[in-house]
C-alpha cells in the first residue's frame, strides 16, 4: 500500500535529516583523513551510528508502505496492523542501540581531548553505566511479551509488560545522560587558561548539544500521545521525534571534528600570553616545556583541544615534538681583548 500522507511527510522528513548525518560523518572521516590522525573509538562509533540511522530509515519506509504508520487503525487489515507491531518491534531494537552509541561517541572525544585522570576515570565509569543501561533495555525489550509473538500476533496468548512506561523509563536516563555530557566538559574549558571569549566560544560548540536534551526532553511528552484506540495515526508525533534526537545528536558529535576542515573559522585567541608564537618561560632551569607553573607558556589542555577541535590531531599539539624536561645552561664566558687588557695593567 502507499503510504498516507502523514507518512510520506514522515519520510520526508527523516531522509533529510539522515542526509545531513550522512554528510557530517563523511566530513567527519574526511578530517580524519586530512590530519593524518588515526582513528578512535568515537569514530567508529560514529560510523556504527550512521548504519543505524540508514536502518531505521529503512524500517521507517516499510513502516510507513506495508505498516500502516500514519493511517487511522480502522482503515488498515489486520496483515498491515500485524506489520506495524513487527517493524514497531525492529524499530525498538534499533533505536536501543542508537542512542548508546552517540552518548558513548560523544564521551569517547571527550576523553581523547581532556586527559586528567579524574577526568578519565569520571567518563569511563559513565561509559559503562550508559553501555549496561542500554544492553539491559535491549533485552529488556526482547522480554516485553512471553511468547514475543504476542506484541504483534493478538490471536497469540501471552503477556505483556505496560510498554510505555518502559519507553518513559528509558527515556528518563537518556535525558539525564543528556544533560551529564552537556555540563561534562563545561568545567574542564573554563579551567583552561584563556579569555573568557574563547572560553565561551568553546563551550558554544559542545552547547549544540543543548538541542538534543530538548529533543529527549519532548519525546517524552510525545509519548502520551500515543492513543491506544488509534495508534497507528497518533504515533506520528512520537515516530518523527524518535528520529529527530538521535540524528541531531549524531551531528553535534561531528561538528567539534568537522570544524578542523574550515580554519577560518577556528577560534581567533585573545589571550595575550598564548598569541602565536607561543612564549614559554626559561627562566626555571629544570623546566617543563608545557608546565602551568610558567605564567607565559600556552595551557596544556588548551593546545590538546586546539589540536583535536581545529587540527583533528591528538599529538599535534605544543610540546609532542620537543623533549619534556630541557636543562637550561646559561654560562656566560668572557674574554677580554688586548685592549681591555692593556688598559687593565695601567690601572694596576
Known amino acids: 500500500m502507499a503510504p498516507s500522507a502523514r507518512g510520506w511527510q514522515m519520510i520526508e522528513i527523516v531522509a533529510v535529516l539522515v542526509a545531513l548525518c550522512a554528510i557530517c560523518v563523511a566530513l567527519r572521516i574526511a578530517a580524519r583523513v586530512r590530519r593524518r590522525v588515526g582513528f578512535g573509538v568515537d569514530d567508529y562509533l560514529s560510523v556504527l551510528s550512521m548504519f543505524?540511522?540508514?536502518?531505521?530509515?529503512?524500517?521507517?519506509?516499510?513502516?510507513?508502505?506495508?505498516?500502516?504508520?500514519?493511517?487511522?487503525?480502522?482503515?488498515?487489515?489486520?496483515?498491515?496492523?500485524?506489520?506495524?507491531?513487527?517493524?514497531?518491534?525492529?524499530?525498538?531494537?534499533?533505536?536501543?542501540?542508537?542512542?548508546?552509541?552517540?552518548?558513548?561517541s560523544i564521551i569517547c572525544f571527550y576523553r581523547r581531548v581532556f586527559t586528567t585522570p579524574r577526568f578519565q576515570s569520571f567518563t569511563f565509569g559513565l561509559n559503562c553505566l550508559i553501555a549496561a543501561w542500554g544492553a539491559g533495555i535491549f533485552f529488556a525489550c526482547a522480554g516485553q511479551c512471553r511468547p514475543l509473538r504476542a506484541y504483534w500476533d493478538q490471536s497469540v496468548e501471552g503477556h505483556c509488560f505496560n510498554a510505555n512506561l518502559f519507553f518513559i523509563v528509558?527515556?528518563?536516563?537518556?535525558?539525564?545522560?543528556?544533560?551529564?555530557?552537556?555540563?561534562?566538559?563545561?568545567?574542564?574549558?573554563?579551567?583552561?587558561?584563556?579569555?573568557?571569549?574563547?572560553?565561551?566560544?568553546?563551550?558554544?560548540?559542545?552547547?549544540?548539544?543543548?538541542?538534543?536534551?530538548?529533543?529527549?526532553?519532548?519525546?517524552?511528552?510525545?509519548?502520551?500521545?500515543?492513543?491506544?484506540?488509534?495508534?497507528?495515526?497518533?504515533?506520528?508525533?512520537?515516530?518523527?521525534?524518535?528520529?529527530?534526537?538521535p540524528s541531531v545528536g549524531l551531528i553535534c558529535s561531528c561538528l567539534p571534528i568537522v570544524r578542523g576542515l574550515f580554519p577560518a573559522f577556528s577560534l581567533k585567541n585573545r589571550s595575550n600570553r598564548s598569541n602565536p608564537p607561543y612564549y614559554i618561560n626559561t627562566d626555571i632551569s629544570n623546566s617543563?616545556?608545557?608546565?602551568?607553573?610558567?605564567?607565559?607558556?600556552?595551557?596544556?589542555?588548551?593546545?590538546?583541544?586546539?589540536?583535536?577541535?581545529?587540527?583533528?590531531?591528538?599529538?599535534?599539539?605544543?610540546?609532542?615534538?620537543?623533549?619534556?624536561?630541557?636543562?637550561?645552561?646559561?654560562?656566560?664566558?668572557?674574554?677580554?681583548?688586548?685592549?681591555?687588557?692593556?688598559?687593565?695593567?695601567?690601572?694596576?
Open 52 to 104: 543505524l540511522m540508514l536502518a531505521m530509515l529503512v524500517e521507517l519506509v516499510l513502516w510507513c508502505t506495508i505498516g500502516g504508520n500514519g493511517a487511522h487503525v480502522k482503515t488498515l487489515d489486520t496483515t498491515t496492523i500485524q506489520n506495524y507491531y513487527k517493524i514497531f518491534l525492529a524499530n525498538q531494537f534499533t533505536y536501543f542501540v542508537l542512542c548508546p552509541s552517540i552518548k558513548i
Open 170 to 245: 528509558n527515556q528518563a536516563f537518556n535525558v539525564l545522560m543528556d544533560f551529564v555530557i552537556l555540563i561534562l566538559p563545561i568545567p574542564m574549558i573554563w579551567g583552561l587558561h584563556r579569555a573568557w571569549q574563547d572560553k565561551l566560544a568553546l563551550n558554544g560548540v559542545f552547547a549544540l548539544g543543548a538541542f538534543v536534551c530538548f529533543a529527549s526532553i519532548y519525546r517524552i511528552v510525545v509519548l502520551f500521545w500515543i492513543s491506544p484506540v488509534d495508534p497507528t495515526y497518533t504515533v506520528y508525533q512520537a515516530t518523527l521525534w524518535t528520529h529527530i534526537e
Open 288 to 348: 617543563h616545556i608545557l608546565s602551568k607553573n610558567s605564567p607565559l607558556s600556552p595551557d596544556p589542555e588548551y593546545m590538546k583541544m586546539q589540536s583535536e577541535i581545529y587540527s583533528g590531531g591528538k599529538r599535534n599539539y605544543l610540546g609532542d615534538e620537543l623533549p619534556l624536561n630541557i636543562k637550561v645552561q646559561t654560562d656566560i664566558a668572557i674574554t677580554p681583548d688586548n685592549d681591555s687588557t692593556t688598559q687593565l695593567n695601567r690601572h694596576h
